[in-house]
């Protein structure tokens, strides 16, 4: 599976002939190569994808914040959105990509920019794929049918891919609180 492998998906689905590589002279190449990498990325933070976390320990990086806070850590170069923070408890925000608070170490769980397209989750690609084909369907085939067809053909897949993602993961136990156990 490669980046262009995946343009050609979307494009077959619109009905446009495939590429050979994103830097080809047609007009189909240079939309790919312009939208591929940033739709890739929008579709990494719009869901969390399994296969797309990781977890880091964060050391304090030099300096102070101005005020409110007394530390702040850079976040990791490839980090697209930050999932967790451990301690979870601790009051914390986000600016100008570093992660301000009052701790002297961080632990974080986040999603990561993932490029190499052979640990991409057989899901996302299906739903990378829809995607592309919705962004390309009006530059290329100049169809508003078509670009709604494409749109809900992103939507179930995005779908079906959400529907995946959450029967991998742990189920987070309820506990009953005072308020329920009073009912018995």
Same mark, same amino acid.
């Given at each position: 599976m490669t980046d262009v492998t995946i343009c050609n #998906?979307? @494009?077959?689905?619109?009905g446009e002939k495939v590429i050979v590589t994103l830097s080809d002279n047609s007009k189909a190449a240079r +939309?790919?190569?312009? %939208? *591929?990498?940033? %739709?890739? /990325? *929008?579709l990494l933070r719009k869901y969390i994808w399994n296969f797309a976390t990781k977890r880091a320990t964060l050391t304090p990086?030099?300096?102070?914040? #101005? *005020?409110e806070y007394s530390t702040h850590f850079d976040l990791p170069d490839d980090c697209i959105l930050l999932?967790? !923070?451990y301690p979870n408890t601790i009051k914390y925000c986000i600016e100008d990509n570093k992660i301000l608070c =009052?701790?002297?170490? @961080?632990c974080i769980k986040y999603t990561y920019r993932v490029t190499d397209? /052979? %640990? &991409? =989750?057989?899901?996302?690609? #299906?739903? !990378?794929?829809? +995607? !592309?084909?919705?962004? +390309?369907?009006?530059?290329l085939a100049d169809n508003t049918n078509l670009s709604?067809? &494409? =749109?809900? !053909? *992103?939507?179930?897949?995005l779908s079906e891919a959400r529907f995946l993602g959450?029967?991998?993961? /742990?189920?987070?136990?309820?506990e009953a609180n005072d308020w329920i156990n009073s009912r018995y």
């Open positions: #998906e979307a @494009l077959t689905a619109i +939309l790919c190569n312009l %939208k *591929y990498a940033n %739709k890739r /990325d *929008y990086a030099t300096g102070t914040p #101005e *005020y999932r967790e !923070l =009052d701790e002297s170490t @961080l397209t /052979d %640990k &991409m =989750d057989a899901s996302f690609v #299906e739903t !990378l794929s829809a +995607l !592309l084909a919705r962004e +390309l369907s009006i530059p709604s067809q &494409m =749109d809900e !053909l *992103y939507e179930v897949k959450s029967i991998e993961k /742990d189920v987070e136990s309820i």
